[in-house]
């Protein structure tokens, strides 16, 4: 079992920079992979960035290739992503998942509550 807190959202000017974090609970976290993913209103969820449990595999959303990172420290069972260069469209609330497999994201039961995040141009 494990359960996912996000923080670090806020209102940022188009331009700037935020850090989120995702503090698990659970003593398998290192075996998970974890993601990010956003929604915005009125849109569907959508995938931002993965790493995998061992954070040698890291994927990116094209639309935040080159801006966005995702890390983790297992030591300290958060998973992180720095964004950089935030635009207006970025605007979504954001949501950590873990998974078995880079692949199982849709299939798991393991959601964090959502972190708001607003870019104002």
């Known amino acids: 079992q494990v359960q996912l807190v996000e923080s670090g959202g806020g209102l940022v000017q188009a331009g700037g920079s935020l850090r989120l974090s995702c503090a698990a609970s659970?003593?398998?976290?290192?075996?998970?992979?974890m993601g990010w993913f956003r929604q915005a209103p009125g849109k569907e969820r959508e995938f931002v960035a993965s790493?995998?449990?061992?954070?040698?595999?890291?994927y990116y959303a094209d639309s935040v290739k080159g801006r966005f990172t995702i890390s983790r420290d297992n030591a300290k069972n958060t998973v992180y992503l720095q964004m950089n260069s935030l635009k207006p469209e970025d605007t979504a609330v954001y949501y950590c998942?873990?998974?078995?497999?880079?692949?199982?994201?849709?299939?798991?039961?393991?959601w964090g509550q959502g972190t708001q995040v607003t870019v104002s141009s």
């Open positions: 790493i995998s449990w061992s954070g040698g595999s890291t």
């Open positions: 659970g003593r398998t976290f290192s075996t998970y992979a």
């Open positions: 998942a873990a998974a078995p497999t880079l692949g199982s994201f849709n299939k798991s039961n393991y």
